[in-house]
């Protein structure tokens, strides 16, 4: 499967996220060693349609599902070919009806990881490459987790899917660099030279990038306070945590609970 090439002589990604901003770690590192991935924010959506182009594009505006499936439509409507898969906070089973009538290819109900959601965008990329938008059988019947070693993350050696798995299977507990390398059957310096060159980041900064996703739906719900998500996703501290949060969000766990409560009280 070849990608396009446009007047420029610039690749057009295979892959585009829309996501609100305080979502974009987890979909770095989603998209992290992808040959071609873009990630955007929502109200960019209108905007790139006129210009852009994708095999399969994931739109994720959290709490705001009317957003999301209005931007569902238009892009489909450019685009008739283009996949689109729809991942939301919460959903009734009418948003979900409204989305597979507008012609969503997936839905997916968070939480989801890394991991599923990548598999799911290679199988979806598989069909598109057999054949385009054709509505071909696409039947998701493995449990998060269990895809074969070498699917999950395309073009990855296995021993950094295994590492990979790994991290996201534990990451409430201690995570340091000679642990992770181990389940990666490599030594500390092969392992971080591996790890950057597919998939872009240092594996602690791709610790702390889950970890702070993870905290990101823990602090949407009422019964834990920011200590407790803290160390509920791996953090020992509570100063680490706002350190690591802020230089991923942009924004304070205070400030982005109390804006969630903003949004939810809208």
Same mark, same amino acid.
């Given at each position: 499967?070849?990608? =396009?090439?446009? %007047? ?10 829309? &996501?609100?901003?305080? %979502? ?14 873009? *990630? ?14 994708? /095999? %399969?594009?994931?739109? @994720?505006?959290?709490?705001?599902? =009317? ?33 597979? $009538? ?14 599923? #959601? ?6 979806? #990329? ?7 938008? &054709? ?13 074969? *070693? ?10 950094? *899917?295994?590492?990979? /798995? ?10 340091? %660099? ?11 310096? $092969? ?6 060159? /597919? ?11 889950? =970890?702070?996703?993870?905290? $990101? ?10 200590? $407790? ?7 020992? @501290? /509570?100063?680490?945590?706002?350190? &690591? ?5 942009? *924004? ?15």
């Amino acid at each position: 499967m070849s990608r =396009r090439t446009d %007047l420029m002589g610039k690749k057009e990604p295979f892959v585009v996220v829309f &996501a609100e901003k305080e %979502l974009h770690s987890f979909y770095k590192a989603y998209a992290a060693g992808m040959e071609s991935a873009e *990630i955007l924010v929502c109200h960019d959506g209108p905007g790139w349609i006129n210009k852009g182009r994708a /095999h %399969l594009v994931l739109i @994720d505006c959290g709490f705001r599902t =009317r957003k999301g499936i209005a931007l569902l439509k238009l892009i489909k409507k450019a685009s008739p070919g283009t996949m689109v898969v729809i991942i939301n906070e919460k959903s009734s089973e009418e948003s979900v009806i409204e989305a597979f $009538q507008a012609g969503a290819r997936y839905y997916l109900r968070k939480p989801v990881s890394v991991s599923e #959601l990548r598999r799911i965008s290679t199988n979806l #990329l598989k069909l598109k490459g057999k054949s385009g938008e &054709a509505r071909s059988p696409f039947v998701d019947d493995e449990m998060p987790g269990s895809a074969p *070693i070498g699917e999950v993350l395309t073009g990855m050696p296995a021993n950094l *899917i295994r590492a990979v /798995h790994f991290i996201e299977e534990n990451l409430g507990s201690p995570l340091d %660099l000679e642990t992770c390398a181990r389940e990666g059957h490599l030594s500390k310096y $092969q392992f971080c030279r591996s790890f950057k060159k /597919h998939l872009g980041m240092t594996p602690m900064d791709f610790v702390n990038s889950l =970890r702070v996703s993870r905290a $990101q739906e823990l602090l949407k719900r009422d019964d834990f306070n920011i200590t $407790q998500v803290a160390h509920y996703v791996g953090f020992r @501290d /509570h100063g680490t945590f706002v350190k &690591a949060f802020k230089k991923r969000t942009g *924004i304070l766990p205070s400030e982005f609970k109390k804006s969630l409560r903003a949004r939810t009280g809208a």
